[in-house]
């Protein structure tokens, strides 16, 4: 028999993580099995929780997991309290409970520790698409999950493998954009820079891909709509991006609000168990989105009450419940007892959550060291990176000689993005600039250019303010720079306390419509016959036709993060090539919606010249202007005939024929002419970011691999069909054949 005296075998750091689990285990009762499953909150949600109410959570009810910050309605958002309550309540739980298990705390880090005042803001979502660098997203993944871990925090809700595929759906901003092979890309490579080489790594995260397996193309672009797709757009435009988060191993996915095909993803054993552990063999914790599981019977109607919904969120095979805390982990004890769900199944979730907090190592160190979390979060590396990261996203959409400026013009900075910090971070991001560090886009054109700087703000989201100051302002300098378009906002638009504006106002889902208030003022300005720059701070791609015929310059700054007013300013005046390529289309108009570069073709039946195109947007999908110019060569094929699973390159020579340092993306897409099946007009296959001085050349390689053209067949396998393909880049085309007898 065991001596009183001994140390358990889990606390023992040099036994095998199977046996530490299984000792650990067989020791705990139900009641604390359920508390391991089930998250708890500090902070105003459904209703505010103090951190003495989630201590006593911990200590009488045993909740593992926590979210205290990293969220918008925390209790912390400043590092000192965060660092403090994080240390506290571990002490709780491990000093306090009978097994003294650690606790498991989750942020929403989704670009960069914005949700923490001295933390380090990345670009927005589109922002990184913009940069069609997975690289850089694996960079700026890094640097989050450091900043996060030295804050107390283990999981990052990131990151988003969503296709955008409606710009009208509030979360647009947090995607990669429309193309499923980029978002891939992207996504793969922030769970690369959230877990490291492993979890276990002092500096590494949880990831957690989300949100699984389709949200993005919600009925009427509204937010948890039904999605209403097709089982081939399912497992064809959705799911290839969590494949790729897959095949780097990620630790955690989350699944979608919606219903797909009338099956609410947290209570579908179909999704979430059938295809994701099951055909695509996924073997990490399914973590509920935030009231996934009540809104099975509040909102989807499909259960009678919590215990139902419970019930049948653990049937689907749902591992943690984020913030369902004590109510839930009562209703699985009861549901236990009573015989309706088997205790091995809670026993299989307890497993997987305790082998993530072994290898964490928490259970050698939970807590955090205040000097070292000062040092890290926020460091001006860090900021480095951001900063790159958001000079890399700038994306000119539009110039009429006009830009770059030489350096020395007095200028007017106007609109209601150039001087608002919050705008400037976007959604996810804290929702008060106190304490922050943002660097705007009026900061950084002051610290830029040698002319003056004339401020007028002109304009706020909906309303005028005075635009007569601005016009007159604009009279008497050599440019104006306005910044226009969207505030910080989630989901929906909202919520309109952090906001200031109504859900009947912009922005929303109904209008993607710059406001008039907005419009007016660019107008105005313009009228006065000096030139403008329009700056679009924004998350989504907005309807600005009036701008794109008039203004002669415009710049797509995204949500660009903490340095981003530097980065638009230097990317103004010339210090900063606008290497950034569109990652979603900017439509025309609400009329020209759905606008998908990689849409469907079909038949005309009164002729094609009859029919007006299927895909004419404002600006293209892959669109971005430069500084430089840019010349390709003759492509070519590395191999013209390929095996259905074997690569081939696309070589093609690119020089700069200017006289200027500038960045090219070599985009390369790839028509379908071998399946049966409609196959879109084309897909996005390979890219490659490539920066070259003056005057060099250089010979590009794009690596295509065959299983890439292929289809996802029901096992989650892609098929690829023998026959021809047409490959593109730039203004040219090469023939390639896939040959299933090919050797």
């Keep these: 028999m065991q001596s009183s005296s001994k140390q358990p075998l889990y606390k023992d750091d040099t036994v095998t993580l199977t046996k530490r689990v299984d000792d650990l285990l067989e020791r705990m009762t139900l009641e604390e099995k359920a508390g391991q499953l089930v998250g708890t909150w500090a902070g105003q949600l459904s209703e505010f929780k103090s951190v003495d109410d989630v201590a006593d959570e911990v200590r009488e009810h045993g909740v593992g997991a926590v979210a205290s910050f990293g969220w918008g309605g925390a209790v912390d958002m400043r590092l000192d309290d965060i660092v403090e309550n994080v240390n506290r309540l571990q002490e709780v739980a491990l000093s306090e409970t009978r097994l003294g298990i650690p606790l498991l705390f989750n942020v929403d880090a989704v670009h960069g520790h914005a949700y923490v005042a001295e933390g380090t803001a990345f670009p927005n979502g589109l922002g990184v698409g913009a940069t069609w660098d997975a690289d850089r997203a694996e960079q700026a993944a890094a640097v989050t999950a450091t900043e996060v871990r030295r804050s107390g925090a283990h999981q990052n809700y990131s ?81 290839p991006s969590f494949f790729e988060a897959l095949d780097e191993d990620v630790e955690s996915v989350m699944p979608c609000y919606n219903a797909i095909d009338g099956e609410p993803a947290h209570g579908s054993r179909r999704y979430l168990t059938d295809l994701l552990r099951g055909t695509l063999g996924f073997d990490g914790t399914i973590v509920s989105d935030w009231s996934g599981v009540q809104m099975l019977h509040d909102d989807h109607k499909i259960t009678e009450d919590h215990r139902g919904s419970v019930r049948q969120t653990r049937d689907a095979g749902l591992d943690i419940a984020s913030v369902d805390a004590v109510d839930h982990a009562e209703h699985l004890v009861s549901l236990v007892e009573e015989g309706e769900l088997a205790e091995a199944t809670v026993d299989e979730s307890v497993r997987r959550v305790l082998e993530q907090k072994f290898r964490l190592g928490l259970f050698e160190d939970a807590f955090v060291d205040l000097t070292e979390a000062r040092d890290v979060v926020g460091a001006d590396p860090h900021r480095e990176a951001s900063l790159d990261a958001a000079r890399e996203s700038m994306t000119l959409l539009k110039n009429d000689d006009l830009l770059p400026l030489d350096g020395d013009e007095d200028v007017l900075v106007a609109g209601p993005n150039a001087d608002e910090p919050v705008h400037q971070l976007g959604g996810w991001s804290v929702p008060d600039a106190e304490g922050t560090d943002i660097v705007t886009v009026r900061d950084g054109i002051g610290a830029v250019t040698d002319g003056e700087v004339v401020y007028e703000r002109g304009a706020t989201m909906n309303d005028e303010l005075d635009v007569d100051a601005a016009v007159e302002a604009a009279a008497d300098v050599d440019v104006a720079v306005v910044a226009v378009g969207e505030p910080w906002y989630l989901h929906e638009f909202g919520p309109s306390v952090d906001t200031g504006t109504e859900p009947d106002e912009f922005p929303n889902r109904h209008s993607l419509a710059l406001p008039d208030a907005q419009r007016d003022l660019v107008e105005a300005i313009h009228e006065t016959g000096t030139p403008v720059v329009g700056v679009l701070v924004t998350g989504r791609p907005l309807i600005v036709d009036w701008m794109a015929e008039h203004v002669p310059a415009l710049l797509m700054a995204y949500y660009p993060g903490t340095m981003g007013g530097r980065a638009v300013a230097e990317t103004l005046f010339g210090e900063n090539e606008p290497g950034g390529r569109l990652p979603i289309s900017i439509p025309r108009s609400e009329g020209h919606l759905p606008t998908r570069f990689n849409h469907f073709p079909h038949p005309t039946p009164i002729g094609q010249d009859e029919h007006p195109s299927s895909y004419d947007p404002l600006f293209e999908f892959g669109h971005g202007l430069s500084y430089a110019e840019f010349e390709y060569g003759e492509a070519t094929l590395d191999a013209s005939t390929i095996g259905p699973h074997e690569t081939t390159t696309l070589q093609v020579p690119v020089e700069n024929v200017s006289d200027r340092a500038g960045t090219e993306v070599v985009q390369v897409y790839v028509t379908d002419h071998a399946s049966a099946t409609v196959t879109p007009v084309r897909e996005l296959r390979g890219f490659e970011r490539v920066s070259l001085d003056a005057g060099e050349a250089t010979t590009v390689g794009v690596e295509l691999d065959a299983a890439s053209f292929g289809r996802v067949d029901d096992d989650g396998v892609r098929q690829t069909d023998a026959g021809e393909y047409t490959v593109r880049v730039g203004e040219q085309t090469v023939e390639l054949r896939v040959e299933t007898t090919y050797n």
């Excluded at 891939?184 to 690369?192: C, D, H, P, T, Y």
């Excluded at 080489?197 to 957690?208: K, L, P, Q, W, Y």
């Excluded at 891909?209 to 399912?234: I, M, N, Q, T």
Aim: hydrophobic letters at 35%; charged letters at 30%; proline letters at 7%.
């Design 159 to 239: 990151p988003t493998c969503d296709v955008a595929r409606d710009p009208r759906w509030g979360r647009a901003f947090e995607t990669f954009g429309e193309s499923p092979y980029l978002c891939g890309k992207l996504a793969a490579g922030k769970v690369r820079g959230y877990q490291g080489d492993g979890i276990e790594e002092r500096d590494s995260v949880i990831a957690t891909a989300k949100h699984f397996p389709a949200y993005s193309e919600p009925a009427r672009g509204e937010d948890a709509a039904p999605v209403e797709v097709s089982e081939y757009v399912l497992r064809n435009v959705f799911l």
